[in-house]
Structure formats: C-alpha cells, structure tokens
C-alpha cells in the first residue's frame, strides 16, 4: 500500500488507480458496476414509505426500482466509511460544517447556503435520474467496458464541473 503522509491528502493517481482496481475487483466478484445515484432516490422511497407506503407502492419509478437497501446502498455507505478512513489515515481529517471556500462564496447566511446546495442536489439529482445514472458511474463503468459513451460522460463532467467551478468561484480565487 501506498505511504501516506500525515497531514497530507492522498495522491490522486494513487486513489484513482486503487478506485480502478476497486471497480475491476467488483466487477470480478459480483459482476456489478459501481453506481451511486440510484441510493438516494431508494433511500427517499423509503423515507416516504414510512409517511405514505401507498403513495410510494402505486409509484411507477419505485415499482421499478423498489425502495430497499441492497448492494448499492451499502457501496455508498461504504463510500462514506472509506471517505473516513482514508482522512483519519492520512492526518486530513477535520469537523467542519462548511467548507471554507463555499462559505467565502457564498456568505454567512446558513439559509443562503443551504438554499444553494440543495438547488445543486436538485439539479444533479435531476440529471442523474433523466440519464438513469450519475456521471461519474457511467463515466468509469462505461470506460472499463471501453464504451465511447463512457468517455463521452466522464469528458462532459469534467468540462462541466471546471466551467461551473470558475463560474462559481473565479479564475485563481481563494487558492
């Protein structure tokens, strides 16, 4: 295993690289694909569930993609773990309600703050369900089976997130 430096980020060649070989090991043992987005939408159904479990039944999406806690949902809670592990491991980990930059951006005002992160989980949300899938998994699921609409996808929130991220921040602001 790489050599960590304590109080300093991994590599990002490294992680992509042992990302990678996540995917391939997954794909080796259980034939699935790494994907994200679907969590959350499955994770809602199960919140309403509790509220309205015969609105959600009579729902066609959630007829397609019943609200339960499956493989994916453990990958994301596996996500977060690791997110964890990796911080703790490298010396980086911190408690910290905003980050430092978006609340530069983006001022004082919790209301302010949180109104802009929910538009944006909004519009990913959105995007990702009209797509049948997050960028990033299409990106890396479909580069591995070497498909031109994976580096399609994985080009485009590339682009996409540079491009918003100099909308939202400037050109060499706060660095």
């Known amino acids: 295993m790489a050599k960590i430096a304590r109080g300093k980020p991994w590599n990002p060649y490294i992680a992509g ?6 995917l391939v090991l997954s794909l080796y043992a259980s034939g699935k694909y790494f994907g994200a987005s679907t969590t959350y939408v499955r994770a809602a159904g199960m919140v309403e569930r509790t509220v309205a ?3 959600v ?3 066609p999406y959630f007829m397609k993609e019943l609200p339960k806690v499956d493989w994916q949902w453990m990958f994301v809670v596996g996500i977060a773990l690791g997110a964890c592990a990796a911080a703790l491991a490298s010396g980086t980990f911190r408690l910290q309600a905003v980050p430092d930059r ?3 951006r983006f001022g004082s005002s919790a209301g302010r703050r ?5 538009l944006g989980g909004v519009v990913a949300m959105f995007g990702a369900r009209l797509a049948d899938g997050c960028p990033s998994g299409h990106g890396l699921s479909g580069t591995l089976q070497l498909a031109a609409s994976g580096y399609v996808a ?3 929130f590339f682009v996409g997130g540079v491009v918003v991220a100099r909308l939202l921040y400037g050109q060499g602001k706060g660095r």
Do not use: I, N, Q, T
């Open 53 to 55: 479990p015969e609105r």
């Open 57 to 59: 039944a009579g729902m």
């Open 102 to 104: 978006f609340a530069a």
């Open 17 to 22: 690289a042992l990302a990678g070989l996540l």
């Open 154 to 156: 994985l080009v485009c």
């Open 114 to 118: 949180f109104g802009v992160a929910f």
